[in-house]
């Protein structure tokens, strides 16, 4: 199945009916009086995150969906039925914005999490609404109201702990299949990565976070060189990025430190938050060294980037020095103690601030969204 992270749909709620204007009319009921019923309520439409949806492909194929409407009002006192609901499921990570001015419509982080993005119209009141002791033969009604009608970006950023950044063939596939059950394509050529892999790492019994591997960065893809900052957006998600850097690569002109410094910039023209997030340096492919050169080579790097953060010389080939870096993240990940949800209006963090271990630069907060609330019962379902 293909990887499908952005999709742009068109829903239309349901309208409400339209009241009835209506008399009794009973034989030996001379003055029966007036019995035209309400409209019922239309449909909304509901988005509820899933956690057994992976991409959004359901909305490539189908991109208008409609709710019901609500039914007219009759006489004999027959209210209209409000008209059903529909739902639409995406996947846990979904954004949703408005097309047209850009607003943040609803963001889903947790399964079974609803929102409604267009709220149905209020049916229509019939003239038995209207009686009253000085008008005992009201003659008006009122239509329904339309729903709403609204064009949605719909934007999936995937929900991970940890995210891998680098060239092409800085090891990242590698490295997320020697510590996870992911299984990505791995070859010796640029870009086998089209498209963001997750894997679950177990440090142990109980204790497990989730590792995402998104295609390489190389220089000027703010300009749209490789795959751009296509998808970038699912490291925004991330509480720690891990940069791998080669530390042999097989282009005799090629310069480590030079490429690190690129892919920083890259990260930094996509998104100054993003960049800030705390971020380890993973020296991939030590394996390919001398061990009498390693500890050296591993200082220079990180003396020529002026790096001050944590620093792990590692092989995902051989799985040299995984284990303790494992377990480093574990730490600095699950460990973070995560305040109380607050209420759902309000702009809470969603997790506390690194460890002081961790890198300088604090975790970014991002938060938390409001809970699905159903809208009250129509009116005109009841008598």
Not at 166 to 180: E, M, Q, R, Y
Not at 305 to 321: D, H, I, M, N, Q
Not at 346 to 361: H, S
Request: charged share 25%; net charge negative; with cysteine.
């Amino acid at each position: 199945m293909k990887f499908f992270d952005e999709a742009q749909i068109e829903v239309y709620a349901g309208n409400g009916g339209n009241g009835c204007m209506s008399f009794r009319r009973e034989k030996f009921i001379p003055f029966g009086g007036p019995d035209g019923g309400d409209g019922g309520r239309g449909g909304s439409v509901v988005v509820e995150a899933d956690t057994n949806l992976n991409t959004l492909i359901d909305f490539r194929y189908q991109r208008i969906f409609r709710a019901r409407n609500g039914e007219h009002g009759r006489g004999a006192d027959c209210f209209g039925a409000g008209g059903e609901d529909m739902l639409l499921r995406v996947p846990v990570g979904t954004l949703i914005r408005d097309a047209e001015s850009g607003e943040t419509v609803a963001d889903l982080t947790a399964h079974g999490e609803r929102v409604v993005i267009a709220h149905g119209g209020a049916g229509g009141m019939g003239n038995l609404r209207f009686k009253s002791s000085t008008n005992r033969a009201p003659r008006q009604s009122t239509p329904g109201e339309a729903g709403e009608h609204r064009r949605l970006q719909l934007e999936l950023k995937v929900l991970a702990d940890v995210g891998l950044l680098g060239l092409p063939n800085a090891g990242k596939s590698t490295f997320i299949a020697s510590v996870s059950n992911a299984r990505p394509k791995i070859a010796d050529y640029p870009f086998t990565t089209l498209h963001p892999q997750l894997g679950v790492v177990r440090a142990a019994q109980g204790r497990s976070f989730v590792v995402a591997d998104i295609p390489g960065l190389i220089e000027g893809a703010a300009e749209g060189a490789g795959l751009g900052h296509q998808f970038l957006r699912h490291l925004q998600r991330t509480r720690l990025l891990l940069h791998l850097i080669d530390v042999a690569p097989p282009d005799p002109d090629a310069d480590p430190v030079r490429d690190a410094r690129a892919v920083v910039a890259e990260l930094k023209k996509y998104d100054t938050e993003l960049a800030a997030k705390p971020r380890w340096l993973l020296i991939n492919k030590i394996d390919l060294l001398p061990a009498d050169e390693r500890e050296a080579r591993v200082a220079e790097i990180v003396r020529r980037l002026r790096y001050k953060g944590p620093v792990f010389a590692v092989s995902a080939a051989t799985r040299e020095g995984l284990e303790p870096l494992v377990q480093r993240i574990a730490q600095a990940v699950l460990d973070t103690p995560r305040p109380p949800a607050g209420p759902a209006a309000d702009v809470a963090p969603r997790f506390a601030p690194a460890a002081p271990d961790v890198a300088d630069a604090g975790f970014t907060p991002d938060a938390d969204d409001p809970r699905f609330a159903r809208h009250p019962e129509d009116e005109g379902d009841e008598r």
